[in-house]
């Protein structure tokens, strides 16, 4: 692709990678980031701020990162900045970027409604849609307002704009809410590539939950039938690898369940650690009620690792290939016994980590990169490039 005159692109993410609880849609919005600032672009992400990361910085990949404002009020912050004409003022950046020349505003549940205020153009980023998770995390009343907010106001405020995301799931989903399937792109997370020495696989069974620990993560069910193997595989080991205010009744679980010497919560791991954690597990387990994607089953799959996931939680049902890299199951029983089959079959986990390390080689940053950036420039004054769909090779 042509690369452009540093046109500026300013994405509104809620969070960042930093953030104690960033996940997989703050990694992808960093490296599409990064992806169109090696084709020439500007890129700016602002988001709310916390206490790992300082109020602003510039990434090794060349991204601004701007923090401003806590976990709503991030919103009203990026509606000022924007006003007023500069992202990052003087004495709290060092430097003045100015306005950009596109918006990409990702909806994580609650829009920041950029279209309102915007005279650019503007691109709605949608990783899955919330439908199951209000209820799941906030009382009735709340969810019925967040799932209004999203459902319906959301899609009135874009109604003229292009959509960006992740799964075909997701995109059958917001037509299913009213945008049009013609202005919904799919851009599909990359995989990094695996470069460190292959590890030894563990000595014992054992089970890899990663990710935030928060309650749609669904890590209970993990937990039960760690309890209930447990029981015929004495030396199971469940490894809960991430961070999230939903620890501690998780840990409370476990001593109920009488596991908690069999499971080992890591809090927040390293890249490397994470490797290692990932090549060493027999299993990769997602019980998660929802996801867009599933970034975790995919880099489990870069390293031979098969996953067991809910066929019903949206872009798991790509990025496993259901009996061939892993498994889709629909309740808990059959995860149960997806898991069990699995443990206790070597000849099946080996075959179907070799599929997934296969699979997993389909999916590349520089390939995302390149269809986010064809979005991008399709939307930006002067040009006229249709809206693509990445499909795998």
């Not at 960093?30 to 600032?37: N, S």
């Not at 013609?182 to 590539?193: D, F, H, K, L, Q």
């Not at 014992?204 to 015929?232: D, Y």
């Not at 939903?246 to 109920?256: Q, Y």
Request: glycine content about 10%; proline content about 6%; aromatic content about 8%.
């Amino acid at each position: 692709m042509t690369k452009v005159e540093r046109r500026h692109v300013l994405f509104l993410n809620w969070r960042d990678r930093l953030h104690p609880e960033g996940g997989g849609s703050e990694v992808y919005i960093e490296r599409m980031a990064a992806e169109i600032v090696a084709r020439g672009y500007r890129a700016t992400i602002l988001c709310q701020a916390h206490a790992n990361a300082p109020a602003a910085e510039t990434t090794g990949d060349g991204v601004h990162v701007l923090r401003r404002g806590g976990r709503h009020t991030v919103y009203l912050c990026a509606a000022f900045v924007y006003l007023a004409g500069a992202l990052g003022f003087g004495p709290l950046s060092g430097r003045r970027l100015g306005r950009p020349d596109l918006i990409v505003d990702v909806c994580n549940g609650l829009p920041f409604l950029s279209r309102v205020y915007a005279r650019r153009p503007v691109i709605t980023l949608v990783h899955h849609v919330h439908r199951e998770q209000w209820p799941v995390i906030f009382g009735p009343t709340v969810a019925r307002v967040g799932w209004w907010i999203e459902s319906r106001l959301a899609v009135r405020c874009y109604r003229s704009c292009p959509y960006v995301t992740v799964s075909e799931s997701t995109r059958a989903e917001l037509v299913g809410l009213g945008v049009d399937r013609a202005r919904i792109s799919v851009v599909y997370n990359g995989t990094p590539e695996v470069t460190r020495r292959p590890v030894a696989r563990t000595p014992h069974p054992s089970l890899l939950v990663l990710g935030r620990l928060v309650p749609h993560k669904r890590v209970e069910l993990a937990l039960r039938a760690t309890a209930l193997l447990s029981l015929e595989l004495p030396t199971l080991e469940l490894v809960v690898a991430g961070q999230g205010w939903w620890e501690e009744p998780l840990r409370r679980l476990a001593t109920d369940l009488g596991v908690e010497r069999c499971v080992r919560f890591t809090g927040f791991v390293s890249e490397d650690d994470k490797d290692a954690l990932l090549g060493a597990s027999w299993l990769a387990v997602t019980p998660s009620l929802k996801e867009g994607w599933g970034l975790t089953i995919v880099e489990a799959a870069a390293h031979g690792t098969p996953s067991v996931a809910f066929r019903s939680a949206g872009g798991v049902s790509e990025a496993i290939v259901d009996g061939e890299t892993g498994v889709l199951v629909d309740d808990e029983v059959d995860f149960l016994r997806a898991v069990r089959r699995l443990l206790r079959d070597s000849d099946l986990r080996t075959r179907m980590g070799s599929a997934a390390r296969a699979h997993a080689r389909r999916f590349t940053w520089t390939v995302s990169g390149d269809a986010f950036a064809d979005v991008v420039s399709g939307q930006l004054p002067g040009t006229s490039r249709p809206l693509p769909d990445q499909r795998v090779p």
